[in-house]
């Protein structure tokens, strides 16, 4: 499903934050605007606050109305009154919501409203289902580093771009020098903070020049080279080239590292699957815990988790049930301990998913085909390429 861009017209910050934690806990990947994009594209759905001055509130329907017809538009008043109700409706307004029943102070109040968020999502992917079929967006955490995050998000990107044919990218948003160019075995000239500082000149043509290119026909927008960036600061930057990334490609794959910061949650949001990957060992089960819980707390929809188990082996004395009782998931899927395999993969560049020689590149084909619905007798494996010297570099 493609994020659901949504604007907060309001003088009361404690209103707009309010609103912002419900859109985004809606279960659907929401992103907050403060206006049109740099395409002029408006948002997907307003929400108006009308508590302190109900005039001023009707015209701002009129006028959005009467600008985007099939805009989401959801009033909150101070009250209920039937007038009220019959006026903001007249106006042009989809949904009416009274503040109390949406601030918290009424157990499970905000269900109503949630449920509206998830019928606009629906209907706007009704109107645009003859369009570019919506943009996929998956993000790979890490319960813990070295945990093969990193391995899982570049293999499925590999995947998704060999078994669709369709614009696929990966973008690495590791903090600290993330490594996804060279788990491919490219040189990328740029970054991602090239991306986000020329946010004002952002679309299909200037992504072309930024992204790097890998042979299995996946783009690569590589991982920053500097320690302190991106940072809390670029969280809205981050969020605003997520956007433009999905208005070009099909699929999105984002590593986002194993630390849930300011950008990182941006990418939370804008994720249709959260993929946490974890070890079956204590320390990673402790720390997928927490992260669970936190991404709850951020209200980045906990409905969207999908736990992958990495490097099981029978030497392991944790089971799979064990660790779903403890995370409260069940475990979507499961991957074999290899470490030869991913060691020789990563120094020679190429990855797994394009080796076709190990259990473990069967079981990455196996689960990208469960996310876009292929059956294995549609699909033509490649033949194994020829692994190159040291980091595929020379």
Not at 59 to 68: F, G, T, W, Y
Not at 148 to 177: H, I, M, Q, S, Y
Not at 289 to 307: C, F, S, T, Y
Request: charged share 20%.
């Amino acid at each position: 499903m493609a994020q659901l861009t949504s604007q907060i017209v309001s003088y009361d910050d404690g209103f707009k934050r309010q609103i912002a934690l419900l859109l985004r806990a809606s279960g659907v990947p929401v992103g907050i605007v403060e206006g049109r994009s740099a395409e002029g594209a408006g948002p997907d759905l307003v929400v108006i606050d009308i508590r302190s001055d109900a005039a001023s509130g009707m015209a701002a329907i009129e006028r959005l109305r009467a600008s985007s017809p099939n805009l989401a538009i959801f009033v909150v008043a101070a009250a209920p009154e039937p007038e009220l109700i019959l006026q903001a409706m007249r106006a042009g307004a989809n949904e009416f919501f009274p503040w109390a029943t949406i601030d918290g102070s009424q157990r499970g109040s905000e269900e109503s409203f949630h449920g509206a968020v998830r019928r606009s999502a629906a209907r706007r992917e009704a109107v645009s289902a003859s369009a570019k079929p919506p943009c996929v967006t998956h993000a790979f955490l890490g319960a813990k580093g070295g945990a093969g995050t990193t391995t899982v998000a570049v293999n499925c990107g590999v995947e998704l771009a060999r078994l669709t044919k369709r614009p696929t990218v990966v973008v690495d948003l590791k903090p600290c020098l993330g490594e996804v160019a060279l788990f491919l075995g490219v040189r990328p000239r740029f970054t991602v903070l090239d991306a986000i500082e020329n946010l004002h000149r952002l679309d299909k043509d200037f992504l072309k020049e930024l992204v790097a290119k890998h042979k299995s026909g996946l783009d690569i927008l590589a991982g920053s080279e500097q320690f302190d960036r991106p940072n809390a600061q670029d969280a809205g930057a981050v969020e605003e080239l997520l956007r433009t990334l999905a208005k070009t490609y099909d699929y999105v794959i984002i590593d986002a590292g194993n630390i849930i910061n300011g950008f990182v949650t941006a990418a939370l949001y804008a994720a249709d699957t959260i993929f946490m990957v974890t070890n079956p060992d204590v320390p990673s089960i402790r720390n997928a815990q927490r992260l669970v819980e936190r991404v709850r707390q951020l209200g980045a929809g906990g409905e969207r988790i999908k736990i992958l188990l990495n490097r099981v082996s029978e030497q392991h004395l944790i089971a799979p049930k064990q660790i779903e009782t403890a995370l409260g998931y069940g475990i979507h899927h499961q991957f074999t301990s290899d470490y030869r395999t991913v060691a020789t993969a990563l120094n020679s560049g190429v990855p797994l998913a394009m080796t076709n020689n190990s259990e473990l590149a069967s079981q990455f084909d196996t689960f990208t085909r469960q996310l876009v619905g292929i059956a294995a007798e549609d699909v033509k494996k490649p033949e194994p390429e020829k692994k190159r010297v040291f980091l595929g570099m020379f």
